[in-house]
């Protein structure tokens, strides 16, 4: 009998590999389970051209409305895709339209697997970063400076009042100067999605900055921080999990020889730099899952790859590819299982859960595509074909 889903739940379909895998999974892994009203919204390149991209912007609206949605990997168009798919132009990423309609943080987790060691010994349990996607030196001013002079930060108030300047250097030659910033604003809708990550996950919450050397700068985002968190100790206390700021060079060491399990905030640069870390450390993108989180608890689930592009063309000259799925139906378990815990039915958390489980001991019992095959220990005889995986799976399922 098929488990009811409650409420709907919007769903993205997107390009190329990622589209071919996505209609596998919800053909032979969801749709004979599950009784769901799917608000579907085609983000393929071609209907997004033909919508003029206004199908994008419908989607976001419809995750507002719903709560929850599921998101295919979609084609970003460039100069070649614009040509390639005979676009009118080149559209803007729908990650970023769909970001900036519900003002979301992005959260990465990867999902582990026995037989898939990670790089660090000690790494047992996924490690989430949450990267601020906001300023910094990704909003900065930068000016190469020829010559000797003097640099200022200069502020001038609207509602009138004096103009502020400090000193930035004297130069007796020539140099490099910068002027960066952010706002209250963003650093707190960051501060909350990360707040909200961390309960909804049950995990510890580390924010690392390095307020020692910047006390006003990196300063300000700790006191956001701080002041969000205070504001919901008794929901930290009642999950028992813990709101630690550490100094960034102390986080990093710490992570070292930690066995996972927390979110760990990063200011934008360090999000950058170790989202990478952790995702190489962990193995392959192909386990790699993505979340968008918006301040007013919005999630769009997806994976952090893309549209696997090069297994896309050899899939359309008629040769077997061998595409890994795992991050795909993870996206979809995420979204099925937060549906279930918003709309109070655990039959549908439980299934998003079970689905979890066999996937993972359908590869530690060897079953995997080549991506896995090429790092796993031990070294599987063979690899999985796409199809192949998928319906391993929806067999023991
Ligand atoms: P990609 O799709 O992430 O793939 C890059 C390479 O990584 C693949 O060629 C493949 O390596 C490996 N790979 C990634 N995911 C895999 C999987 N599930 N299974 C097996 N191998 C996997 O990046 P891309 O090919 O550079 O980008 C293609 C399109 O995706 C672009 O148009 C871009 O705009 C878009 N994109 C979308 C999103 C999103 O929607 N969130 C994110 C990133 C990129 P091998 O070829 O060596 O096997
Ligand atoms: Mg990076």
Known sequence: MAITVK?????????????????????KLLLPHLAIDLKYYDLGVRHRDETDDRVTIDAANAVKEHGVGVKCATITPNAARVKEYNLK???????????????????????????????????????????????????SVEYKVPNAGKAELVFTPVSGGDKVTLPLHEFKGPGVIMGMHNTEKSITSFARACINYALGEKSDLWFGAKDTISKTYHGFFKEVFDR??????????????????????????????????????????????????????????????????????????????????????????????????????????????RRGELDGTPAVVQFARRLETIVVETIEAGT???????????KPGKYALTEEFIDTVAKQL
Not at 17 to 24: A, G, L, Q
Not at 96 to 117: A, E, H, M, Q
Not at 267 to 290: E, R
Not at 368 to 378: F, G, Q, R, V
């Open 228 to 337: 969000e968190a205070e504001a919901k100790k008794a929901e930290f206390q009642k999950f028992g999990i813990r709101y630690r700021y550490m100094l960034i060079d102390d986080a990093v060491a710490q992570i070292m020889k930690a066995e996972g399990g927390m979110l760990w905030a990063c200011m934008n640069y360090d999000g950058d730099v170790m989202s990478d870390m952790v995702a190489s450390g962990f193995g392959s993108l192909g386990l790699m899952t993505s979340v968008l989180v918006s301040p007013e608890a919005k999630y769009v689930y997806e994976a952090a790859h893309g549209t696997v592009m090069r297994h896309f063309y050899e899939h359309r000259k008629g040769n077997p590819t061998s595409t890994n799925s795992v991050a795909s139906i993870f996206a979809w378990t995420g979204a099925l299982s």
């Open 7 to 27: 409420n709907p739940i919007v769903e993205m379909d997107g390009d190329e590999m990622t589209r071919i895998i996505w209609k596998m999974i919800k053909e």
């Open 89 to 139: 132009q080149a559209w803007k990423s729908p990650n970023g339209t769909i970001r900036s309609i519900l003002d979301g943080t992005v959260f990465r987790k990867p999902i582990i697997v026995k037989n898939i060691p990670p790089a660090v010994r000690s790494w047992r349990k996924p490690i989430s970063i949450g990267r601020h996607a906001y300023g910094d030196i990704y909003k």
């Open 368 to 378: 995997m595509t080549k991506d896995l095959a090429a790092i796993a220990e031990p």
